[in-house]
T-cell receptor, first 116, second 114 residues
Framework: AQKITQTQPGMFVQEKEAVTLDCTYD???????LFWYKQPSSGEMIFLIY??????QNATEGRYSLNFQKARKSANLVISASQLGDSAMYFC?????????????FGGGTRLMVKP | DTAVSQTPKYLVTQMGNDKSIKCEQN?????MYWYKQDSKKFLKIMFS???????INETVPNRFSPKSPDKAHLNLHINSLELGDSAVYFC?????????????FGQGTRLTVV
């Protein structure tokens, strides 16, 4: 079964507008971490933001914020004031506390395209 | 200074060859990983390794083998390369395996088997 689901294969957003990228996850482990990574066309994986399962507040990092709804098992990424340089693939990932090997499991990604 | 570095960045080789991809991290991390990204951009874990144990994704063919000469290196050896091995391979590392530690990725190695 898919542990991380990103239902939007591609999205467009107008420059300077906000956009939400969806991520739902599946785990029975009470301790887990959720991550978002950006992969521009150059190919590198860039860490954006982290949310812990026990965190009371939603994570924020500059223009990035995470809308964490634990009961719904969702961890959507919100990018405010989109810029052309935000055009990239975005991956949601999870690490579970009991995970043997401590691996990050990734969703299928969302391609975001920012229109000028 | 590059935190996680992989070499080479591009690798083109013929079917049946044996090749290696090197990975080094200078972050002092305990855990290193190899991921495969296919043509549809899906990232799949191949191996997880720290100085205590190697965890292998059971779907990875045994033609793939990680070798760790020391804590800072985790190289990937691939024997008898096949067309389906063409992909981008990412090395990554993290401080430890706790849920709140992010993984730092190398720049990727694009492997093309012809």
């Amino acid at each position: 079964a898919q542990k991380i689901t990103q239902t939007q294969p591609g999205m467009f957003v107008q420059e300077k507008e906000a956009v939400t990228l969806d991520c739902t996850y599946d785990t029975s482990d009470p301790s887990y971490g959720l991550f978002w990574y950006k992969q521009p066309s150059s190919g590198e994986m860039i860490f954006l933001i982290y949310q812990g399962s026990y965190d009371q507040q939603n994570a924020t990092e500059g223009r990035y914020s995470l809308n964490f709804q634990k009961a719904r098992k969702s961890a959507n990424l919100v990018i405010s004031a989109s810029q052309l340089g935000d055009s990239a693939m975005y991956f949601c990932a999870m690490r579970e506390g009991s995970n043997a090997g401590n691996m990050l499991t990734f969703g299928g990604g969302t391609r975001l395209m920012v229109k000028p | 200074d590059t935190a996680v570095s992989q070499t080479p960045k591009y690798l083109v080789t013929q079917m049946g060859n044996d090749k290696s991809i090197k990975c080094e991290q200078n972050l002092g991390h305990d855990t290193m990983y190899w991921y495969k990204q296919d043509s549809k951009k899906f990232l799949k874990i191949m191996f997880s390794y720290n100085n205590k144990e190697l965890i292998i994704n059971e779907t990875v063919p045994n033609r793939f083998s990680p070798k760790s000469p020391d804590k800072a290196h985790l190289n990937l050896h691939i024997n008898s390369l096949e067309l389906g091995d063409s992909a981008v391979y990412f090395c990554a590392s993290s401080q430890d395996g706790r849920p709140n530690t992010e993984a730092f990725f190398g720049q990727g190695t694009r492997l093309t088997v012809v």
